[in-house]
């Protein structure tokens, strides 16, 4: 797939607040999608193929607060348009409609060495080719302790509440079969995944300075790219923050 976008973002900075405001308009030629199609009067094939093209446009929230030293919390709303066109070889006619996402990630350092993260993320109901997609929505966790300045354990869950479904209704005809099918489905790629891990940092090799976290964050900031579960998605981010406050515009084409 071929892909289009141009993003026009300004962030504010506060002292204990950042907020970035994006808008954004994403092309995707030749998009990979999965298509139903069906095979027989009672099989039905799923596969994935390349739609003509599609597109979104939107506007994205970013917030950044730190409460205290001991918390922070970064939240995410983004509402867009997106525009399937049809592709006829494909037997799928043109759809559009308007969607959300929304995420909260809240960081907690409960002592020097231990720590907690929370993330909560919801996507809403969305059109696809054939149908539409419904909400999807789950909670990841962590926990980190540093045992020594060398020695490390983590523990980190995805989908705690194992809610995390992809459910969909798709319709599909076939008019040399002379039928036409409604078709529901769940799936999931897993349920809850848990993973403990123990880290032992060798030589010099201690924590990155404050500095270097600032210039790694802000790096991962510009280089945020959306994915295919977040079909919507530009991230705005960048720029060096200021004192009580300011802001920056930024625009990005690719």
């Known amino acids: 797939q071929d892909i289009h976008s141009f993003e026009l973002s300004y962030i504010n900075y506060w002292t204990s607040l950042t907020l970035t405001s994006s808008l954004y308009y994403r092309l995707t030629n030749d998009n990979i999608q999965r298509i139903t199609l069906p095979y027989s009067a009672e099989i039905s094939l799923t596969q994935f193929e390349n739609v003509k093209s599609s597109s979104n446009a939107g506007y994205e929230l970013i917030a950044k607060l730190s409460a205290s030293n001991a918390i922070d919390f970064t939240a995410n709303l983004n509402v867009y348009y997106k525009n399937i066109s049809g592709d006829p070889s494909l037997g799928i006619t043109a759809t559009s409609g308007f969607a ?64 995390r479904k992809f459910t969909s209704s798709i319709m599909y005809d076939d008019p040399a079969l002379n039928y036409s099918t409604n078709q529901y489905s769940q799936r999931r790629f897993s349920t809850g995944v848990y993973i403990a891990t123990l880290t032992y940092r060798f030589g010099n090799a201690g924590k990155p300075n404050k500095k270097e976290k600032k210039q790694d964050q802000q790096q991962q900031d510009q280089d945020t790219n959306p994915d295919d579960l977040n079909p919507a998605g530009g991230n705005g981010g960048g720029g060096q923050p200021g004192g009580g406050g300011g802001g920056q515009a930024l625009l990005k084409v690719q």
């Open 100 to 163: 959300w996402n929304a995420n909260l990630t809240a960081n907690i350092k409960a002592t020097k060495a231990l720590s907690f993260q929370l993330r909560g993320d919801y996507q809403g109901p969305q059109v696809i080719p054939q149908g539409r997609a419904e909400a999807i929505y789950g909670i990841d966790g962590g926990v980190r302790y540093d045992i020594s300045k060398k020695l490390t354990f983590s523990f980190n869950g995805r989908d705690l509440l194992n809610t």
